[in-house]
């Protein structure tokens, strides 16, 4: 079980990594909303939304387990974290417990700070990196778990890179809708010491979308190119719907993986900074 779910991670990574499609934009103008002091930004500190992951096997679906974003602020900007577990009753299949951190300039949304703490099985690793933005280095230390002996490396990347997490929330200052259908957008990430070059292809607009157990949406839909790897094989084709409004939350994933697919449904959300127009009476 644990060579074919490895890295369950890389599914939370890749869902917060939809954010980075404008990531090699042009740094933000004074007037664009990453720069008003988060009064513009699409969220707000208190949000919190829930997902659930289901899983494929053999054309059963299973509830396989949660995950949950939370929007919180400190003095020096935001701190957003994200917490994946599997339910007690898929746990006979397999285990996992993710949590990743990251703090992020409050303007910008670039992360200066990012810690995770996996647990996938057999598996454990726990990372933190330090971005420095304006030396375009990262510095990453890594170990079994927290408090063991780390080790140290130091990596070049280039401009205004994000972290998985922090790059979810980048996304939501923009506004896309406009975008022509079938547009590409390059974005990068930076996890597991490396810095990733992926695209997003934006498919258009999609109306009465459902979501279970919430109804239907007006969404805007995409395509973003995966990671291949234990989880994704090269003609992996993952969608996301994301909330055709000014919270343009993600409500909704599908992605095939090496054995099965996998769904991320949200489940709940708190907090929400605008109405959720986009959902349907």
Known sequence: MTNKMKHWSMLLATFCGIGGVFSQAAAPSPTSPANDNGNSHAFQPGEQLTYRVYYNWNFVWLAAG???????????????????????????????????????????????????????????????IQFDQNNRKATVWRAPKRGDPETRTEHTVQERVFD????????????????????????????????????????????????????????????????????????SKMTVWVSDDENRIPLLLETPIAVGSVKMVLKEYKNLKYPLLSKKD
Do not use: C
Request: hydrophobic share 30%; aromatic share 18%.
């Open 66 to 128: 949660e995950v949950t974003f939370e929007v919180r602020e400190d003095d020096r900007g935001y701190h957003f974290k994200a917490t994946g577990s599997t339910y007690k009753s898929y746990e006979w299949f397999y285990q996992v417990h993710d949590v990743y951190n990251s703090w992020a300039d409050k303007n910008t949304l670039l992360p200066r700070y990012s810690e995770r703490s996996v647990q996938e099985g057999n598996y454990r690793i726990f990372e933190r």
């Open 164 to 235: 998985v997490l922090s790059s979810l929330y980048f996304l939501r200052t923009l506004n896309f809708s406009e975008k022509p259908t079938g547009s590409e957008q390059p974005f990068r990430i930076f996890m597991d010491q490396e810095e990733y070059p992926l695209r997003m292809r934006y498919l258009g607009k999609e109306k009465n979308t459902k979501i279970r157990g919430l109804g239907r949406y007006n969404t805007l839909k995409f395509q973003p190119q995966v990671i291949v790897g234990n989880i994704f094989s090269d003609d």
